[in-house]
């Protein structure tokens, strides 16, 4: 499976205070600054993807390559997909190693959000390599566990960790027995060629997610057929 372990990555220190709401010149800005020195030093976010080509469709299934995804609603937006590109994109294991005192509670959430700016790095640098190297003007994702459970259960990410190897020797990222990633600050899902982005959220009931990027979309979720499983 191609590796991407070469991803640039600065830390944009001005977003990095505003982010966490401490005035650059204030009482814990010098920690701060100095918790992102180190954290520059040793940076280093991955991904992982395969290109793969839907082989069978199903009303609640879609098969990509050899293995066998169950959701509705992926086979429904892969509709006349061919190539798809499952991926894991990670911060990283080297940032978590960056010794932060359990009690600093103000570093620990500093460091927090420098793993999530590696991992958007990541993910960016993904998108960019997978447009340029495969000529497609336009992708989008969808994410196992994202959005309501019918939508594409989180127990999927196992056939999806299945169908790109060994994916903790490529990128450190950790498969667990609840089928979430370490580092947390991690995603996977399938890449694939769209017009039109597409956003779980919009397919979630949970209204006070502090991750959400749109409103539930009710039309959306009648035209998906997902209104009669929800009780």
Not at 15 to 37: K, M, N, Q, V
Not at 70 to 96: A, H, I, K, W
Not at 192 to 211: Q, V
């Amino acid at each position: 499976m191609p590796v991407l372990d070469k991803i640039p990555f600065e830390i944009d220190t001005s977003s990095l205070f505003e982010r966490t709401r401490i005035e650059p010149t204030g009482e814990y800005s010098d920690e701060i600054r100095e918790l992102a020195a180190q954290a520059a030093v040793v940076a280093r976010p991955k991904a992982v993807y395969a290109a793969e080509f839907v082989s069978a469709r199903y009303e609640e299934s879609i098969t990509v390559g050899t293995v066998t995804f169950q959701s509705r609603v992926l086979g429904s937006n892969l509709g006349g997909v061919e190539r798809v590109f499952p991926y894991v994109v990670t911060c990283g294991v080297e940032l978590d190693e960056i010794p932060v005192p359990e009690d600093d509670h103000l570093l620990l959430f500093c460091r927090e959000i420098i793993k999530e700016m590696a991992l958007s790095a990541g993910v960016l640098f993904l998108r960019a390599h997978l447009t340029q190297t495969y000529a497609v003007q336009k992708v989008t994702s969808m994410s196992p566990g994202s959005g309501d459970r019918d939508v594409w259960p989180i127990e999927q990410q196992k056939e999806l960790f299945h169908l790109l190897g060994d994916v903790r020797a490529d990128t450190g990222v950790v498969l667990t027995d609840n089928c979430l990633m370490i580092p947390n600050k991690s995603v996977s899902g399938i890449i694939y060629p769209a017009e039109i982005d597409f956003a779980t959220c919009r397919l979630c009931h949970r209204e006070k997610c502090p991750s959400r990027k749109a409103e539930f979309d009710a039309a959306m979720w009648e035209e998906h057929g997902l209104a009669a499983r929800r009780t």
